[in-house]
């Protein structure tokens, strides 16, 4: 399978790329320096230059990819601009891109809380605002996507065990290396297909939580 995963320098991103590249996928990351280019290498990656923000279209980026992963983000530290280029013109540009080329697979990766961004406050609110409005044009698209929701990230080794639930709401940590083997598992699970899922640390073998994901009815 050929994935270009979008944000491929992220700590998520270089760790799922160099999962799908273990598994004898061709796994390709979009970055925007090439000085980001040793690292994607380093995981068994080929990097993909391309402007997320200033890019008209990702077409070509995007061209002879089987599926792909929305895992850009524009950072804490940034402001409701660039949340709003990133986090939402950054995975719309994407959906657009599959829908032209024929890509029916995506996979994004979203956040607690977009289910109900008017909830929060301060610096949280327009972040919650661009996924939640990401996801929704991602679910109305026609594509066939998934929608991945973690909860806050950490830095902790993995476990491989997991909670993954249709229902939406929940509060609870997850490693970064945890929400990267879901997501490599979810990419080869095609009844994972018009999911929208949180996902937490827990007890549950990553492959066996993500193989009982279903679409909430």
């Known amino acids: 399978m050929d994935v270009l995963v979008v944000g491929g320098h ?33 995981v068994g990656a080929i990097p993909v230059l391309g402007d997320l923000e200033a890019a008209a279209s990702l077409e070509a980026q995007v061209k002879g990819a089987d599926a792909v992963v929305f895992a850009a983000g524009a950072g804490p530290g940034s402001g409701a601009a660039r949340k709003a280029t990133v986090d939402l013109g950054g995975a719309v540009k994407l959906t657009e891109a599959a829908q032209a080329l024929g890509v029916r697979r995506y996979v994004m990766i979203s956040s607690i809380g977009a289910d109900r961004p008017e909830a929060a406050s301060g610096s949280m609110l327009p972040y919650l605002e661009a996924k939640a409005e990401a ?3 991602l679910i109305a698209s026609g594509l066939d996507y998934t929608v991945i929701r973690p909860g806050a990230l950490t830095d902790d080794p993995g476990t491989g065990r997991v909670r993954l639930t249709t229902e939406l709401g929940g509060r609870a940590p997850v490693s970064r290396d945890d929400v990267a083997a879901v997501l490599a598992e979810v990419l ?10 949180e996902l937490f640390s827990g007890d549950v073998p990553v492959s066996e939580a993500v193989q009982a994901l279903r679409p909430a009815q």
């Open 135 to 137: 996801d929704r044009h």
């Open 10 to 42: 992220g700590k998520i991103a270089l760790r799922l790329l160099g999962l799908l590249a273990a598994r004898g996928d061709r796994a390709r990351g979009l970055i925007r320096k090439p000085e980001q280019a040793a690292a994607l290498e380093a």
């Open 188 to 197: 080869h699970t095609p009844s994972t297909i018009g999911v929208v899922a």
